[in-house]
Nanobody, 127 residues
Framework: QVILVESGGGSGQAGGSLRLSCAGSGYTYRRAYMAWFRQAPGKEREGVAGANDERDVVYADSVGGRFTVRRDNANNAIDLDMNSLKPEDAAMYYC?????????????????????WGQGTQVTVSA
C-alpha cells in the first residue's frame, strides 16, 4: 500500500518562508516521479514542483525562482522550500507520486498522471 504523508504546512507571512515535507512508503521510491500540487478554494489543482532521481525537475511559472524542490532518497522524502511567499501561494498542498513511470518530459505537471496522493497540508499566507 502506497502511503504519502505531508508535513510542515502552516501559516507564513508574505515575503517569508515555509518548508513542506512528504514521506513516502509502499513503493520503490527511486522509480517514482514525485511532485507537489496545490489547490486553492474554487480553483483547479495546480502542479507546483516535481523531481525524480534523474533530475527531471519541473516548476510552475508562478513559483519559479521562489520555490525549491528537493528529494531525500535516504528517507524516501521530497521537500518543498517555499521562499518569498505571496498571498496567492495560500492553498492546500498535496504530495503526489507517479509510480508507473519515473521520468517526466513536459514542462507542466499534470495531476491526472499521478496515481498516489497524500492527504494534503494547509498553507496560509498573511499579507
Amino acid at each position: 500500500q502506497v502511503i504519502l504523508v505531508e508535513s510542515g504546512g502552516g501559516s507564513g507571512q508574505a515575503g517569508g518562508s515555509l518548508r513542506l515535507s512528504c514521506a513516502g512508503s509502499g513503493y520503490t521510491y527511486r522509480r517514482a516521479y514525485m511532485a507537489w500540487f496545490r489547490q486553492a478554494p474554487g480553483k483547479e489543482r495546480e502542479g507546483v514542483a516535481g523531481a525524480n532521481d534523474e533530475r527531471d525537475v519541473v516548476y510552475a511559472d508562478s513559483v519559479g525562482g521562489r520555490f525549491t524542490v528537493r528529494r531525500d532518497n535516504a528517507n524516501n522524502a521530497i521537500d518543498l522550500d517555499m521562499n518569498s511567499l505571496k498571498p496567492e501561494d495560500a492553498a492546500m498542498y498535496y504530495c503526489a507520486a507517479r509510480t508507473r513511470h519515473p521520468r517526466w518530459a513536459g514542462s507542466k505537471l499534470l495531476a491526472g498522471e499521478f496515481n498516489h496522493w497524500g492527504q494534503g497540508t494547509q498553507v496560509t499566507v498573511s499579507a
